[in-house]
């Protein structure tokens, strides 16, 4: 069975980890994988987590599976935070919600649901986009199309294109989009657009399926979801997948969601049921822990309050090191433009570097970025910024 294999090829960004770690400079720099690193290099653990789990770890009585789709206390909170509590989705209770294991394992439940419920429907990925989404869905065996997304020109929207691209798809493919904080662009539709790729999906009678890893990231907890709402005001059935890793900083716990937005409360709970038998064959009920600290923050007012000062810090953290990379660059004498990135939101930039410089970064620098020249602008830090500007002007020559 196994004698004759070769090494399976490593994945592309993750491999980059390891190659990173093996590096010996101690000047070495990592903007590959997406994990936020504070000032200081460090991937913090949030006050108001550690609060949370020093409630949690006194409180605690038990270890018993949870259901299949988890908690409702969970769900119920993850809808709020998407919609609102005073909207009409989660009054008419015609969403359901299933805690996943992270954002990840949400997009491969909703595959293999589709992929068992309507066999033969494709789905519609950016070009770019994360690369780890055709893996996800060929697995689930769906056909994989692309739209055209972002320009490497002049680094803006090909928001015509895009939606041309999309006129021709088949009635019942799928449309995957990026709430916010695009992984790998950092660029995201303006709400006007958010209004039109909405009434165009609904025209051909798609369905919209929300990747939602970076909620509060971008703009605001609540201005992050202006694409998710403005879907859902023309599609009455819309699928979300999303995610606390990022903004509660809960990697590891692998605390995710997946919720599908239905036409009523009756034809939901029929969807739920079809969700926990595409569960229990897959990994049969979910991790409590993530699911039971985001609860605990969610319902306490100073916890709550707590965390969003924290998520807040990580956005403006994000943003100012944009800045300061740019204008570094510029002091440094590079005479490329790249005051393009202050335009983008959340942890990932296309830097506009080619392959050959990514190359000449690592192998020259021990900067390390995935070579499409994708970075994760939150490996940034004023104290390594220098370091990297003469490492970028030296590959840019």
Known sequence: MFDTLDMAPPDAILGLTESFKKDLNPDKIDLTVGVYKDADGNTPIFSAVKKAEERLLSDEITKSYLSIEGSQAYAERVQRLLFGAGHEIVS???????????????????????????????????????????????????????????DDGDKSLKFDAMLAALETAPEGDLVLLHACCHNPTGLDPAPDQWTQLAAAIKKRGLLPFVDFAYQGLGDGLDEDTAGLRALCSENPEVIVSSSFSKNFGLYRERTGALTIVTKSQETGAAVLSHMKRTIRCMYSNPPAHGALVVTAIFDDPDLRAEW??????????????????????????????FSFLTRQRGMFSYSGLSPEQVDTLREQHSVYMVRSGRINVAGMTPTNMDTLCNAVAAAIG
Not at 105 to 118: K, N, P, T
Not at 311 to 333: A, P, S
């Open 92 to 150: 008419s209770r015609r969403a359901v919600t299933a805690h996943t294991p992270g954002g990840t394992g949400g997009l491969r439940v909703a595959a293999d649901l589709i992929q068992s419920l309507r066999p033969g429907a494709a789905v519609w990925l950016s070009e770019p986009t994360w690369p780890n989404h055709p893996g996800i869905f060929e697995a689930a065996g769906m056909a994989i199309k692309t739209y055209p997304y972002y």
């Open 308 to 337: 969003e000062v924290e998520l807040r810090g990580m956005c403006v953290r994000i943003h100012d090191m944009r800045e300061l990379f740019v204008r570094t660059l510029k002091e440094k004498g590079v005479k490329e433009d």
